[in-house]
C-alpha cells in the first residue's frame, strides 16, 4: 500500500506505531495484513483489538485495549510510515 499524506499523522494499515504503557513498556508495532504476522514479533494485524484501538489515532493519543480477558491503557509516542525513519 502506497504512503497518502492524508495518513500524516494518525495511525493507518501499513504505520509504524511506538507506543507505552503505565508501567514503562515500550512496543514498536507495524500494522499489517493477517498473512504478513507470520515471522514477525513486530506485525500485528490490521483486525486485532489493539490494531482496531490505534487506527485514526494521532501522536499523544491514548487508548484503551479490551480484550477478552483484560483492559489495557497506552499512549502514542510516535508514528511513522518509512521504515528507515525508525529511530
Avoid: C
Avoid at 15 to 21: G, P, R, S, T
Avoid at 39 to 49: K, L, M, N
Amino acid at each position: 500500500m502506497d504512503y497518502s499524506p492524508e495518513q500524516e499523522n494518525k495511525v493507518y494499515f501499513g504505520a509504524w506505531v511506538e507506543i507505552e504503557n503505565e508501567q514503562g513498556q515500550v512496543l514498536e508495532l507495524r500494522l499489517v495484513g493477517y498473512d504478513e504476522i507470520f515471522g514477525r514479533r513486530d506485525y500485528i494485524s490490521i483486525d486485532s483489538p489493539m490494531a482496531r484501538a490505534l487506527v485514526g489515532k494521532e501522536e499523544d493519543d491514548d487508548i484503551t485495549v479490551k480484550t477478552e480477558t483484560d483492559v489495557k491503557e497506552w499512549w502514542i509516542n510516535r508514528i511513522w510510515y518509512d521504515p528507515t525513519d525508525k529511530l
